[in-house]
């Protein structure tokens, strides 16, 4: 008996009625408090839904569709999208850690500071993953002292995936 549109779905059930990167910072949900659609939000975000999404541009992660048990597709999907959107450059003690727009937009869902973010990145990555040991030897410098590393994201490319 509701009407939804594709940000309803995205923003108010798969990320659990979390506000949207337009709405201002101090909005406290994606919905109005007493919206009757918020009894449908998940009670728990997973940021994996972040690599499945797509809105047809070409920085956009590969459609994926969905089986019973989501489980792989979301890792595979996760992974495979921060593997080839993730970028590490080293030199001269600095190392920048560039990492896709969409973990900007929606940082909260990732974390609250870099280092958060990146580790949070590293957990999605796949264990045998080259640059998942990169970004752990980062991190393994920031224990116990300030960050060692910069963070950055990359640019969007908003023109229409026409693959």
């Known amino acids: 008996g509701h009407i939804f549109c594709p940000d309803d779905i995205e923003h108010g059930i798969l990320r659990g009625n979390s506000r949207h990167p337009s709405q ?3 909005a406290p949900s994606f919905w109005a408090p007493g ?3 918020e009894v449908l939000a998940l009670s728990s975000l997973d940021p ?3 690599f499945i999404l ?3 541009a070409s920085s956009c992660p590969p459609i994926k569709v969905l089986g019973a048990d989501p489980e792989a597709a979301l890792s595979a999907a996760a992974s495979s999208y921060l593997e ?3 970028m590490l450059h080293h030199s001269t003690g600095q190392t920048i850690v560039t990492l896709p727009k969409l973990l900007l937009w929606y940082r909260a869902d990732f974390g609250s500071n ?5 580790t949070r990145v590293c957990s999605l990555l796949l264990e045998k993953s080259r640059l998942r040991k990169l970004l752990e030897l980062v ?3 920031c224990i116990g002292s300030e960050i060692s590393f910069e963070l950055k994201y990359g640019d969007y490319n908003w023109a229409v ?3």
């Open 24 to 26: 201002p910072e101090d």
């Open 54 to 56: 797509n809105c047809g």
């Open 84 to 86: 080839a959107e993730t």
């Open 35 to 37: 919206d009757p659609r």
């Open 114 to 118: 870099a280092t958060e973010v990146c």
């Open 161 to 163: 995936n026409a693959e």
């Open 48 to 50: 994996r839904i972040h």
């Open 139 to 141: 991190l393994a410098d």
